[in-house]
């Protein structure tokens, strides 16, 4: 399996972007999947979490009524769509996933993800 990600840019504080992730390699709708980031000095975090099939998903705090996290099963491609970002989302975004066909719960755990992508940077000015 594997990940690509990319999307990521530099953008003003309120501005948006919108990362995207695409996995080949395996059968893309049997996975649950993820965006995680990490911060300069920081440890990674996972951000949006999408469930098998999309029945389900998951956003930190941080991110929650800011960010969207989708799926396109016919494209093989996760999205993330953040809105009004702002400098401490300054971060590397990583797409993850992990093979939870028939299982409606997003994953929200790092190390429950086995495959990941290269991440992309996303820098937000303020």
């Known amino acids: 399996v594997q990940l690509q990600a990319s999307g990521g840019g530099l953008v003003q504080a309120g501005g948006s972007l919108r990362l995207s992730c695409t996995l080949s390699?395996?059968?893309?709708?049997?996975?649950?999947l993820g965006w995680l980031r990490q911060a300069q000095g920081k440890e990674r975090e996972i951000v949006a979490a999408?469930?098998?099939?999309?029945?389900?998903?998951y956003y930190s705090a941080s991110v929650q009524g800011r960010f969207t996290i989708s799926r396109d099963d016919a494209r093989s491609t996760v999205f993330l769509r953040m809105n009004s970002l702002k400098p401490e989302d300054t971060a590397v975004y990583f797409c993850?996933?992990?093979?939870?066909?028939?299982?409606?719960?997003?994953?929200?755990?790092?190390?429950?993800?086995?495959?990941w992508g290269q991440g992309t940077e996303v820098t937000v000015s303020s």
């Open positions: 390699g395996h059968i893309f709708a049997g996975y649950a």
């Open positions: 993850a996933a992990s093979w939870r066909e028939g299982i409606a719960v997003p994953i929200t755990t790092e190390f429950d993800y086995n495959s």
């Open positions: 999408v469930s098998w099939r999309g029945i389900n998903t």
